[in-house]
């Protein structure tokens, strides 16, 4: 009874250890998960109301743009401005008109010096200079500005535009939001997170009653980390903050503002110890009432195998004890399947075969005279035995041998099939290659705008098609059809003459590849440089049935071609002929539509966009633009007495003249009729007016042609404008020059008029 005392403890005691271990390691990882999660989830939330506070400004922003305009665009707005002297009342009085239309707190108009004209909210900041001021800059730059501000403690939204009226700008409209108590609370309500605006460290508005207000600034105070933006102003994390033992998630990002140094924060707050609080009265407790029903289940679970397991083994001990008594008739109660009775069933069967043992021998005592002759004839047999299998073991000995043999004979001709496939593999994925290079030279051609871009594209991919090679490309000359002229090469022997005619390429003379793998062998072409001792290759380059040029490759000597290399040099020859083609119809197509054929300057339509741009960087740039429009005089005059072609003659002449005087970096158009323009970047207003006489004198002294007769001499008159001084946009600055030139020509022509003189 001892016994079964003991093992049924040591069970008992060891099963609910293990099983309690196991309960209270899962309930203090699932405490530990929980907490984690709901921290992770203050964190997600927090960044969601970052999200959807931000959101909510940005729609304010849409909102102040969508009022703003409804007073830029109004007709009577933009004439007030316009209008030269007007009072500060009339201002005032047209403002509070158009504010019936949109809800606003802030409206403000500032000339284009930056002063203000009127302000709604605050009268008496009608003068100020406001011109410095981040919006007001960029505003009375013409672009659109939106930023926040702080003006006596109060946080507004600010959105700036420019108002433009008879193409000028005539000054700048602020309209704005104030950011108060009603907005931090309605951003409360959409994010569930206390929400405070700050103006370096002070609150300027907040979600929360007034008496918040002085407890927000000394913690800020005291903890200055919670308004600290990283230099790079990137995304925020969330950052504990523990005050008065009370745990908070803070949340800060910047708001976009002109005030120099002054720091706009939003800043968002969660209490985490109210999550953690709720966590430790409700689920905490269950986490401990589950745990304590587990421990109890495993204490039963664990006496019930105590027992189970104890009692079969009992047993079975007590049965063994009466078998070491000489009781051969005990046997062992199965009562389950399972290992134990497995156990019992052994036993049984080995008590069995021990009482039928004992009967053996006992008989065979009997016999022992019968067993000493038995024994001899099994000696006997044995020897016999011994012989065969020693016989057994010389046939195994040879049929390994002979077996051997044959592995050896397999594994060899597994070998070199194995080499012969590995071989056909290295070719697969060369071609693979080669088709690969192959497309990506056909998608870079495409992509080329100048010749020199394909040329550099075609040299990379052929020398990485044949690397072992160098090599060259070769075009037809486009004025001397019967030379060719070398345009790119690569690798360390060249691979012909820089310039060479027809005749001398085989491959352009029988019209397809040509291969040389020995020189003393073959015939290799004279274009190739006399002392080198290599292996060349020559494909033609046809294009409709005529030769465009010719790609060479030269190898060194020994190296052995295959028909499939021959057959891809081939191909990439094709895909560089016809890519070259269509580039050279691109550039030519391209050409006529920005030249002008007559004159072979730039046309009117290539002015109009590089006017603009040239403007836009003038803007950029700060650098004025100078603008010249010349006519020639009296060229009806030219029409009537030497007829249209001594017309054309003139304005040929006038155009190659331009051509060569300008500079480089100015841009000569032909702007209709006998009329030109110049655009002159970085170019002042006073060394616009000297190249334009410069012109002047040098027309004169042209001598113009018509079929060997000299035309009489020619003159013109010339308009000057530059950007901005005489004007803010593209077309008025033009229009400007034309008028200029129109006073050249009503003062007696053959002069320059700078605008405004």
């Not at 078998?323 to 290992?339: C, H, L, M, T």
């Not at 019967?482 to 003379?509: H, K, Y």
């Not at 020059?737 to 022509?749: H, T």
Request: hydrophobic share 40%; with cysteine.
């Amino acid at each position: 009874m001892k016994t079964r005392g003991n093992l049924f403890q040591k069970i008992s005691l060891s099963t609910c250890a293990v099983l309690t271990m196991l309960v209270l390691s899962t309930l203090i990882f699932l405490d530990g998960r929980l907490k984690e999660t709901i921290s992770a989830r203050t964190r997600q939330s927090l960044q969601d109301g970052r999200r959807t506070g931000s959101g909510f400004l940005n729609d304010r922003s849409e909102l102040l743009l969508l009022n703003a305009r409804v007073f830029v665009e109004s007709p009577q707005f933009k004439s007030l401005l316009a209008t030269p002297g007007v009072d500060r009342e009339t201002i005032v009085f047209t403002l509070r008109e158009l504010s019936q239309v949109a809800e606003t707190d802030l409206l403000m108009v500032t000339d284009a010096g930056g002063k203000v004209l009127a302000r709604l909210d605050k009268p008496d900041q009608s003068g100020e200079d406001l011109g410095r001021r981040a919006d007001i800059r960029e505003a009375l730059q013409g672009k659109e500005y939106a930023s926040f501000f702080v003006e006596e403690e109060t946080l507004y939204q600010v959105l700036t535009l420019p108002v433009i009226s008879e193409e000028r700008l005539q000054g700048a409209l602020s309209i704005g939001f104030a950011v108060d108590h009603d907005l931090a609370q309605r951003i409360r309500e959409m994010t569930g997170c206390e929400v405070s605006f700050w103006a370096d460290e002070t609150v300027v508005a907040l979600s929360g009653g007034a008496d918040q207000k002085d407890r927000l600034e000394r913690r800020a105070r005291s903890h200055p980390e919670i308004l600290s933006i990283p230099a790079d102003r990137g995304p925020l994390d969330p950052r504990p903050l523990e005050e008065g033992g009370r745990r908070s998630l803070i949340l800060a990002w910047p708001l976009e503002h002109g005030l120099g140094s002054q720091n706009l924060n939003v800043v968002l707050e969660l209490s985490l110890s109210e999550a953690l609080a709720f966590y430790e009265r409700g689920i905490r407790l269950r986490l401990i009432l589950i745990g304590i029903f587990l421990m109890v289940l495993s204490l039963a679970a664990s006496l019930w195998l105590a027992q189970s397991i104890a009692s079969p083994i009992l047993r079975l001990a007590t049965a063994a004890g009466e078998i070491a008594k000489g009781n051969f008739s005990q046997k062992v109660r199965i009562e389950s399947q399972d290992e134990v009775g497995i156990l019992g069933e052994s036993f049984n069967r080995m008590v069995g075969d021990l009482q039928k043992t004992r009967d053996d021998l006992l008989a065979s005592i009997d016999k022992q005279g019968t067993l000493m002759d038995a024994l001899t004839r099994s000696v006997a047999s044995e020897k016999q035995r011994a012989q065969e299998l020693e016989k057994a073991q010389e046939e195994l000995t040879i049929y390994s041998r002979e077996l051997e043999q044959k592995v050896a004979q397999r594994t060899g001709e597994l070998g070199q099939a194995n080499d012969n496939l590995t071989f056909r593999l290295d070719e697969l994925k060369q071609r693979n290659r080669e088709i690969t290079l192959l497309s990506e030279m056909d998608d870079i051609l495409q992509a080329c705008m100048t010749a020199d871009e394909a040329y550099t594209a075609v040299g990379r991919t052929v020398h990485q098609m044949f690397p072992a090679a160098s090599g060259g490309l070769s075009l037809m000359d486009s004025q001397k059809r019967d030379l060719l002229n070398v345009v790119i090469s690569w690798g360390e022997v060249l691979a012909s003459q820089p310039v060479f005619t027809w005749s001398q390429c085989m491959g352009l003379r029988r019209g397809r590849l040509h291969w040389v793998e020995d020189p003393r062998l073959g015939i290799p072409c004279p274009h190739l440089p006399k002392e080198s001792n290599v292996a060349s290759m020559c494909v033609p380059m046809m294009g409709q049935g005529k030769a465009l040029g010719a790609l060479h490759l030269v190898f060194p000597l020994g190296t052995v071609i295959s028909d499939e290399q021959r057959q891809i040099a081939g191909t990439v020859t094709k895909h560089i002929s016809l890519s070259l083609a269509n580039l050279g119809l691109r550039e030519t197509l391209r050409e006529q539509s920005i030249r002008d054929t007559l004159t072979g300057l730039f046309n009117r339509r290539y002015m109009e966009e590089t006017l603009h741009l040239e403007v836009a960087r003038a803007i950029r740039s700060e650098r004025p633009l100078g603008i010249i429009m010349l006519d020639v005089d009296h060229f009806k005059r030219f029409n009537d007495t030497y007829g249209h072609d001594g017309g054309d003659a003139v304005l040929k002449e006038v155009g190659l003249f331009l051509k060569k005087q300008t500079r480089e970096g100015d841009i000569a158009c032909r702007f209709g009729g006998e009329e030109f323009v110049l655009i002159l970047p970085a170019t002042p207003l006073e060394e616009c007016r000297q190249i334009a006489e410069q012109i002047r004198e040098a027309v004169k002294k042209l001598e113009i042609r018509k079929n060997q007769q000299v035309m009489e001499p020619i003159s013109v008159s010339l308009g000057v404008a530059v950007f901005p001084q005489h004007g803010r946009t593209a077309e008025f600055v033009l229009q400007t020059a034309d008028e200029a030139l129109y006073r050249s020509k009503e003062e007696g022509r053959d002069r320059v008029t700078v605008s405004g003189s």
